[in-house]
């Protein structure tokens, strides 16, 4: 097996042992309510909650990508990014953070005057022409998801010939442009949510370990979301115990990156997978 590494601000972390990425939204309008972080007192105690419980990494998002999310302006977007990165700068100046944009000024914006060390793009590079180029210059992780079309129009682009077939290309595709540009970290995201219905989201997480083909770090991100309570007829407020459940299927499947709302649930199911799947 080879080792799994990524290199955030010259630190290398290995990824041998799972990993937890705490959400942090600035946004208004997320679908969870509880995730939403808007002042510099809850921004911070958030971050606290992430690293107390076993949190790596930090995503930070000022744009809601939930199904039908209002648009927002890059110069919105990036207004909200300053204000929470420049708290995170000040107090937690050896946070890893990730930020989640499809934007690529936005994203060299918040590398270059913000000190983030990682990209996530919801968009593969499909919504802004400039991302895998700007990756490439920045020269930190990417974290490429699948997606058709846009937060507002994806849930009307769910129809597929062979989605996992059409999933599987993508990727390859993506994976080879990016590594003939010098991208040299590259992190997998399905996309969980992301144009797809609920039972393609159950074939998605059924071939998840096709994804190992890549011998690449995968990143699964299903807290909370409308696969778990649309299907169990409940909420987001209610969904943990659902979340756990998939979490743990995606660590035996072999995800490396848990992207998550609750990080000591997340953090526990690791410690768990990983006593029963290193016991002899």
């Keep these: 097996m080879l080792h799994k590494t990524l290199n955030c601000k010259g630190e290398l972390i290995s990824l041998d042992v799972p ?10 309008d997320s679908f969870y309510a509880d995730s939403r972080k808007q002042t510099a007192e809850a921004i911070e105690k958030r971050v ?6 076993g949190g790596t990494f930090v995503d930070i998002g000022g744009y809601s990508s939930r199904p ?29 953070i990730s ?7 936005v994203a060299r914006r918040c590398v270059e005057e913000f000190n983030v060390a990682m990209i996530n793009d919801i968009s593969g590079g499909e919504l802004d022409a400039e991302m895998f180029k700007t990756v490439a210059e920045l020269q930190v992780p990417y974290i490429l998801m699948h997606m058709r079309g846009t937060p507002q129009t994806m849930m009307q682009k769910t129809g597929y010939m062979d989605m996992m077939g059409e999933i599987l290309r993508y990727f390859a595709g993506k994976v080879q442009q990016l590594q003939e540009m010098g991208v040299n970290d590259i992190i997998l995201d399905p996309g969980f949510g992301f144009s797809k219905t609920l039972d393609q ?7 998840l370990i096709d994804f190992k083909q890549f011998d690449l770090p ?5 807290s909370r979301k409308r696969m778990i309570y649309q299907l169990l007829d409940s909420t987001p407020e209610a969904s943990l115990n659902g979340t756990t459940v998939l979490h743990t299927f995606s660590l035996l499947q072999g995800a490396h990156i848990l992207r998550v709302h609750d990080v000591r649930a997340a953090f526990e199911a690791i410690n768990i997978v990983q006593k029963i799947t290193d016991t002899p």
């Design 48 to 53: 606290e909650t992430i690293l107390s419980e």
């Design 68 to 96: 039908d999310a209002k648009e927002v302006s890059p110069e919105e977007e990036m207004e909200r990014l300053s204000f929470a990165l420049s708290i995170l700068n000040r107090h937690y100046p050896e946070l890893i």
């Design 218 to 222: 995968l990143l699964v991100g299903v």
């Design 19 to 28: 990993r937890v990425m705490g959400i942090l939204n600035i946004t208004p």
């Design 99 to 105: 930020v989640d944009t499809f934007r690529a000024q």
């Design 201 to 207: 989201n159950y074939e998605l997480m059924h071939h």
